[in-house]
């Protein structure tokens, strides 16, 4: 892990025959988990339920492997010994940092570059800012479905639907950050865009904003009712509560 095969430029991804001898080697382990589960039993006795669950999280994991080891041999997320902080100081390369993150298809320990700044003492990873991972230990892939979760139920009911449904582990504080952060940049756009309506009507968007009808209906269908301090002021049907 982190070199290269001869042939292929630094940081790279193998292509053409490598590429096809991993599907291969992944299906061929997928069967093989299969045909092991099923030979514990026959199948009149079979418990499709179980298996179907079963077969799932071992091919889960074992994507979830091939990802994690394709990531963590790509390094030219290495740039250099030193690169621009937003601050306006310079980050230093201190080493290969890993970090676990939620994905569909599981945990993944990723190592990436981490770059630190003298100025203002804050670190960051190129390859989470491009993987966009940089807010949250979840992936794009989880964050999605805990926004998607977290617009129909309570964010304890979300944790427990992406258990149940997906097989991913998210907490309930992790629901409620992830929502409310998501409910707050979608706010921010949403706002940005009623100053521009503004300057083609004013009436459309009054300044007690966001308890007008106009943002209380975007509010609503971002669902951002389900915090705590937000459901106090918009109803889910887009109806303000004062």
Not at 169 to 193: F, P, T, Y
């Amino acid at each position: 892990m982190g070199g290269c095969p001869t042939g292929t430029a630094p940081g790279s991804f193998p292509r053409g025959g490598r590429k096809r001898g991993l599907q291969t080697d992944l299906q061929n382990e997928i069967v093989q988990e299969i045909e092991d589960l099923l030979a514990r039993q026959s199948i009149a006795d079979l418990d499709l339920e179980a298996l179907e669950m079963a077969a799932r999280c071992q091919a889960l994991r074992l994507a979830a492997r091939a990802l994690e080891q394709r990531l963590n041999t790509d390094t030219s997320d290495y740039v250099g010994p030193e690169l621009p902080c937003p601050c306006g100081g310079v980050a230093r390369y201190h080493g290969r940092h890993g970090k676990t993150f939620e994905s569909v298809l599981g945990p993944l320990h990723l190592k990436r570059a981490y770059y630190d700044c003298g100025r203002c003492h804050q670190g960051f990873c190129p390859r989470d800012r491009a993987l966009k991972l940089e807010s949250f230990s979840l992936t794009p892939g989880v964050l999605r479905m805990t926004a998607s979760a977290a617009a129909l139920v309570s964010f304890e009911e979300s944790s427990g639907l992406l258990h149940e449904l997906a097989g991913v582990e998210v907490s309930v504080k992790q629901v409620e950050r992830a929502a409310e952060a998501l409910g707050a940049e979608i706010a921010v756009d949403e706002r940005q865009d009623a100053i521009a309506l503004t300057k083609v009507d004013p009436h459309l968007c009054s300044d007690d904003w966001p308890t007008n009808r106009f943002t209380a209906n975007v509010l609503s269908a971002v669902c951002l009712c389900f915090s705590p301090s937000w459901g106090r002021r918009v109803g889910c049907n887009g109806d303000v509560n004062r």
